[in-house]
């Protein structure tokens, strides 16, 4: 079992910078490939970026590369989301995932965060 619980959303101006955080309960968190995904209003919940257990593998969303850094540090049982060069439409509530693989879909996952809001003014 693991327990997930998202931090660092706010409200930003267009261009600017945040930092999510995902931090996970239990010993089993290395095990574990992560993702983030993101559900804007009246939209489904979409793919941001994953990670492979290591850290060693990222793999993102055309709509974020270049611009967001995924990470972990397992030692703190944390995984990241660095958003840079924000935008309007990156405006959702994001949601960070735990599962076995470091996969695009949303039905893989086994573990989820309650969510945490972005919002980007432009």
């Known amino acids: 079992q693991v327990q997930l619980v998202e931090s660092g959303g706010g409200l930003v101006q267009a261009g600017g910078s945040l930092r999510l955080s995902c931090a996970a309960s239990g010993r089993t968190f290395s095990k574990y490939a992560m993702g983030w995904f993101r559900q804007a209003p009246g939209k489904e919940r979409e793919f941001v970026a994953a990670v492979t257990w290591s850290g060693a593998i990222t793999f993102y969303a055309d709509s974020v590369e270049d611009r967001f850094t995924i990470s972990r540090d397992n030692a703190k049982n944390t995984v990241y989301l660095q958003m840079n060069s924000l935008k309007s439409e990156d405006t959702a509530v994001y949601y960070c995932?735990?599962?076995?693989?470091?996969?695009?879909?949303?039905?893989?996952?086994?573990?989820w965060g309650q969510g945490t809001q972005v919002t980007v003014s432009s």
């Open positions: 995932a735990a599962g076995d693989a470091a996969v695009e879909r949303a039905n893989l996952y086994d573990y």
